[in-house]
């Protein structure tokens, strides 16, 4: 239970990855069963496909590395790394696979999940998996094997706690979460219903590093938009998380793909709350204040921060695709199409929603890339 005050994103810290939190409990969380479907478990030609990315990626490398940031359940590697083992653009090469979730329960799920899958698999012995916490914990027991790998997170970012900030023409503002009793009275009503638990907002000063990076680039909003507020989610541990699996894994290739896209897209006048919601049963829950661990807490990612960063470890970001884009557009595209009806006869049309546009994944979703 949560008595204290605290920021936003130190509730949604607890609420996902607290003793038991969201991800920390044997739950379903995925697919039919679970509380939301993510591209991985609308079909498995999106792990097809993004083995194919990862393929074209490695070329050039005798052993091919793939690191899969916040795996989940394996539901991907347990269709990208057979996928994977068929194309003839592996040429016999090895795999090396490393799956990293903060969950444990995820971990114990996904070793167990791709391992089935590569069961009785026509070269499954040059296929290795390991799986880890952190990318430093995987640097830890593999050493340098890792290093230089290509790097790949379906919705993981999302899933890292935030802020919600408040910007307007008097500053900064930060959402805090507390018992209804304890809210002070002075205090600014905040974004996200109240029951038992309420949010408002406090002043927050801008004397610390991620309080003047936001408002040099949220500020401008307000004259832009023509508005005296703008409210949306920041956050610090999204950052220090990339920052520091750059550091460690120094990656060749980085791929993240999510909902949300740059700045202006996810912080504006038709958002006067802010993006941040939960699902339960695939339902989106009224009051996340008062309901967790119970359903999944989550928002839209902006990812100009993570970009900044991408460059800033020497990595070239492209601009940020629609996934239906640029999943299509990959080069060779047909033949990976061709290779999963054959195996799975009507799947690509059943996964047409990965590429849709119109409220479909297609859309909603979108690639941050940088090599
Ligand atoms: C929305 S789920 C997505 C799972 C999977 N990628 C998929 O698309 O089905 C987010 C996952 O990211 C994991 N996660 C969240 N923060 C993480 C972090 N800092 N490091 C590693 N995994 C994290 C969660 O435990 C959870 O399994």
Redo the contacts with the bound molecule.
């Keep these: 239970m949560i008595h204290e005050p605290m920021p936003f994103f130190a509730f949604m810290d607890q609420a996902?990855?607290g003793e038991n939190g969201y991800?920390?409990t044997d739950r379903p969380?995925?697919g039919r069963s679970g509380d939301?479907y993510?591209?991985?478990?609308v079909s498995a030609l999106y792990g097809a496909l993004w083995g194919h990315v990862a393929l074209m990626d490695s070329a050039d490398q005798d052993t091919v590395s793939v690191v899969?940031?916040?795996?989940?359940?394996g539901?991907?590697a347990a269709a990208m790394l057979p996928a994977m083992l068929l194309s003839p653009r592996l040429r016999g090469r090895k795999i090396e696979y490393a799956g990293?979730?903060?969950?444990p329960v995820?971990l114990q799920r996904a070793t167990l999940r791709v391992g089935t899958a590569l069961e009785g698999l026509s070269g499954r012995e040059t296929v290795s998996t390991v799986f880890a916490?952190?990318?430093a914990a995987l640097v830890e027991s593999t050493g340098d094997r890792f290093l230089g790998a290509w790097v790949f997170?379906?919705?993981?970012?999302?899933?890292?706690?935030c802020d919600v900030v408040r910007v307007d023409r008097s500053g900064l503002w930060r959402l805090w979460v507390a018992p209804a009793k304890e809210v002070p009275p002075d205090a600014q009503p905040g974004v996200l219903a109240g029951g038992a638990r309420r949010s408002y907002f406090l002043a927050q000063d801008r004397d610390q590093a991620w309080a003047r990076e936001l408002w040099t680039h949220w500020a401008p909003l307000l004259d832009e938009f023509a508005v005296d507020e703008v409210v949306g989610e920041w956050s610090v541990?999204?950052s220090q998380?990339v920052a520091g699996?750059l550091v460690d894994l120094r990656p060749r290739t980085v791929n993240f793909?999510d909902y949300g896209g740059l700045l202006r897209d996810v912080v504006g006048p038709d958002r006067p709350r802010g993006s941040v919601r939960g699902y339960r049963r695939h339902e989106l829950v009224d009051n996340i204040l008062d309901t967790t661990p119970d359903c999944?807490i989550?928002y839209d990612v902006n990812f100009e921060p993570v970009q900044r960063l991408l460059g800033a470890h020497g990595l070239r970001a492209s601009a940020l695709q629609r996934q239906g884009a640029f999943l299509l557009g990959l080069p060779d595209v047909l033949t990976v199409l061709q290779t999963f009806e054959q195996q799975y006869p009507g799947g690509v049309r059943a996964a047409s929603s990965l590429f849709m546009p119109g409220g479909g994944l297609g859309d909603r979703f979108v690639v941050c890339r940088a090599e």
């Design positions: 996902l990855y991800y920390m969380r995925f939301f993510t591209s991985v478990q899969e940031l916040g795996c989940g359940d539901g991907l990293v979730d903060l969950s995820a916490r952190t990318p997170g379906n919705e993981v970012l999302d899933a890292i706690p541990g999204m998380w699996m793909v999944d989550t």
